[in-house]
């Protein structure tokens, strides 16, 4: 942490993308437990509240397959599998227990999968559901109250809904500080790369809520400190658009273009940090609320408008006013192969965001960079067909 002490915010970023997981490995030796999640669903407010360390698990988009694949089936999502690979090779073996939500078929469907190999001393699994109607958000609140109590046994500490708020609290100026971060890229040209960025999205995910707080501030010190770019202020300006984009491979791609890419509506970047939690009196319902009506991903939205247009509008609308508010010139939309629930959302994304006024590159693909020149190239084409 020495780094963030510093006010090298972007030296700390780069260890803690570069060397992923380092600082679990750190507490786990002191004695913290060390909780891995898979997705935007990990409840992390409820694990920070229960003293253990929250981490989102990735993978190496620049690593094969290799030992994953005699336990999973190769048309699971490539993302899942290269993350069960990692695992299975050792990557994450600080971890005291992991939690996976009930989310799409290669979580669901890979739920034993996971908990029989990995075979770790804590596991639960959320029963979350697909609709965010009052029942469903009341029936979160109950599921969270399992894991409350889940988590309780296993650690041998309480939880209070008092601990739960002081998390809530601590994790919404997290969300705050990020989205501080995010606002240095409205200008031409944005004050930080989108490579940069990612590492800083990445490094924040795998830190405790205060230390990564304490990085995105030093960051946005550093950042605001520099001298103002000289790039080219005619260069194009991209949003990517897709899931589990954890890797700067595809970053790098984009912006060696000349293109800067200045916003995203990624579920490891602004879908993490663009929604607060509520305070409610019982702080379990604003967690619910958060995941379930909050969060823009699409296992877990249903339209509530009376029209088509209006649901788009429900659905889509923060794309629109990301596409205005970051002066976005071309959207990247990116699928990862067998993705069935972001797959099918590619027409009415592609229709809605064009209509806003951007034109939209659709591009579908492995979680690896044997295919990058390949993308480069299409990316350039399309780069050349907005200018």
């Given at each position: 942490?020495?780094?963030?002490?510093?006010?090298?915010?972007?030296?700390?970023?780069?260890?803690?993308?570069?060397?992923?997981?380092?600082?679990?490995?750190?507490?786990?030796?002191?004695?913290?437990?060390?909780?891995?999640?898979?997705?935007?669903?990990?409840?992390?407010?409820?694990?920070?509240?229960?003293?253990?360390?929250?981490?989102?698990?990735?993978?190496?988009?620049?690593?094969?397959?290799?030992?994953?694949?005699?336990?999973?089936?190769?048309?699971?999502?490539?993302?899942?599998?290269?993350?069960?690979?990692?695992?299975?090779?050792?990557?994450?073996?600080?971890?005291?227990?992991?939690?996976?939500?009930h989310q799409c078929d290669s979580i669901d469907r890979t739920n034993e999968t996971w908990s029989y190999t990995?075979?770790?001393?804590?596991?639960?699994?959320?029963?979350?559901?697909?609709?965010?109607?009052?029942?469903?958000?009341?029936?979160?609140?109950?599921?969270?109250?399992?894991?409350?109590?889940?988590?309780?046994?296993?650690?041998?500490?309480?939880?209070?809904?008092?601990?739960?708020?002081?998390?809530?609290?601590?994790?919404?100026?997290?969300r705050k500080l990020m989205r501080d971060l995010y606002d240095?890229?409205?200008?031409?040209?944005?004050?930080?790369?989108?490579?940069?960025?990612?590492?800083?999205?990445?490094?924040?995910?795998?830190?405790?809520?205060?230390?990564?707080?304490?990085?995105?501030?030093?960051?946005?010190?550093?950042?605001?400190?520099?001298?103002?770019?000289?790039?080219?202020?005619?260069?194009?300006?991209?949003?990517?658009?897709?899931?589990?984009?954890?890797?700067?491979?595809?970053?790098?791609?984009?912006?060696?273009?000349?293109?800067?890419?200045?916003?995203?509506?990624?579920?490891?970047?602004?879908?993490?940090?663009?929604?607060?939690?509520?305070?409610?009196?019982?702080?379990?319902?604003?967690?619910?609320?958060?995941?379930?009506?909050?969060?823009?991903?699409?296992?877990?939205?249903?339209?509530?408008?009376?029209?088509?247009?209006?649901?788009?509008?429900?659905?889509?609308?923060?794309?629109?006013?990301?596409?205005?508010?970051?002066?976005?010139?071309?959207?990247?939309?990116?699928?990862?192969?067998?993705?069935?629930?972001?797959?099918?959302?590619?027409?009415?994304?592609?229709?809605?965001?064009?209509?806003?006024?951007?034109?939209?590159?659709?591009?579908?693909?492995?979680?690896?960079?044997?295919?990058?020149?390949?993308?480069?190239?299409?990316?350039?084409?399309?780069?050349?067909?907005?200018?």
């Open positions: 942490m020495t780094d963030i002490q510093n006010g090298n915010g972007l030296a700390a970023a780069e260890k803690f993308y570069a060397q992923y997981g380092s600082r679990a490995r750190e507490l786990k030796a002191s004695g913290k437990k060390v909780i891995g999640y898979l997705s935007a669903l990990g409840p992390v407010e409820i694990m920070t509240a229960a003293g253990v360390l929250p981490i989102r698990l990735k993978g190496n988009v620049s690593e094969a397959v290799t030992k994953g694949d005699a336990y999973m089936e190769t048309i699971v999502c490539p993302f899942v599998r290269n993350v069960f690979d990692a695992a299975v090779k050792g990557k994450y073996d600080f971890l005291d227990g992991m939690v996976l939500p990995l075979n770790l001393p804590y596991w639960h699994f959320l029963n979350l559901p697909h609709v965010a109607d009052d029942p469903s958000i009341a029936f979160t609140q109950e599921i969270l109250r399992i894991f409350v109590r889940s988590l309780e046994k296993y650690t041998g500490n309480k939880i209070t809904d008092e601990a739960i708020a002081k998390a809530v609290a601590a994790h919404n100026q997290n240095l890229r409205k200008s031409n040209p944005p004050l930080i790369s989108g490579v940069e960025m990612m590492k800083v999205c990445v490094a924040a995910m795998s830190l405790p809520v205060e230390e990564s707080s304490a990085l995105i501030e030093s960051v946005i010190k550093e950042v605001k400190g520099r001298a103002p770019a000289a790039g080219d202020p005619a260069a194009k300006r991209i949003m990517i658009i897709g899931d589990q984009i954890d890797d700067i491979a595809v970053i790098e791609a984009i912006e060696s273009t000349g293109a800067y890419l200045v916003m995203d509506d990624l579920s490891t970047g602004s879908k993490m940090y663009w929604q607060d939690v509520d305070a409610t009196p019982d702080p379990l319902r604003g967690i619910a609320e958060r995941y379930m009506r909050k969060l823009k991903i699409p296992t877990t939205f249903i339209g509530s408008a009376p029209t088509y247009q209006g649901i788009l509008e429900e659905r889509f609308g923060h794309m629109k006013n990301y596409v205005q508010d970051f002066k976005v010139d071309g959207v990247i939309l990116f699928i990862y192969k067998y993705c069935d629930p972001y797959g099918f959302e590619v027409p009415a994304i592609k229709s809605y965001v064009e209509a806003a006024g951007a034109p939209v590159l659709y591009l579908e693909d492995e979680y690896s960079t044997s295919s990058l020149a390949r993308i480069k190239t299409r990316i350039e084409a399309f780069l050349e067909m907005i200018a």
